[in-house]
């Protein structure tokens, strides 16, 4: 996929975390699933299933900032990673990139003609108030858990849409 995994995020949040509690910044996180990526193994083959996951990294790619990071979290599952976004801009970067990947048709013969993905949405100031513990701030897979909520939401209520982790969850469709 030519995307970072799992291992480089890290390193890479690694570096930009203290500065964003430093700050008392907001950070950003959208996770995504292939929509019934089974099936495209299943009724295409595994190869096809590889290129699928090319094609969602690629469209990922054009549609994300500098600053944003981008991961292959597992299987057919990508993170995004938005530093300074607040719960209104991360959900923005969902709504983008799951509209412009629906609307990404694959031509190429054996293939489905297009993929869809849903989304989870979180953001959280990093401030002292959002410290747990003795002080100890968050992890990021804290951060990570409240969007995987958030996407689990969005595949039961349709697919192909991003629901964002808050109380009063606001939701969203491409």
């Not at 430093?22 to 295409?44: C, M, T």
């Not at 293939?111 to 701030?137: D, H, I, N, W």
Request: hydrophobic share 40%; no cysteine.
């Amino acid at each position: 996929t030519q995307v970072p995994n799992r291992r480089s995020l890290e390193r890479r949040l690694g570096k930009i975390l203290p500065t964003l509690y430093q700050q008392h910044e907001d950070l950003g996180v959208v996770l995504l699933d292939i929509d019934h990526f089974k099936q495209v193994n299943d009724n295409y083959g595994h190869e096809a299933g590889d290129r699928v996951l090319q094609h969602v990294a690629h469209v990922l790619r054009q549609q994300l900032r500098q600053n944003e990071l981008l991961a292959r979290y597992g299987g057919e599952e990508f993170v995004i990673f938005l530093p300074y976004a607040d719960q209104a801009m991360a959900a923005s970067v969902a709504a983008r990139v799951v509209q412009a990947i629906a609307g990404a048709h694959m031509t190429r013969e054996g293939l489905p003609p297009f993929v869809t993905v849903s989304a989870g949405v979180y953001a959280q100031k990093l401030t002292p108030q959002s410290m747990r513990r003795a002080g100890e701030p968050p992890h990021w897979r804290e951060l990570l858990m409240r969007a995987d909520e958030a996407l689990y939401e969005a595949k039961r209520s349709g697919r192909n849409r991003y629901v964002v982790a808050s109380v009063g969850a606001a939701a969203g469709m491409a």
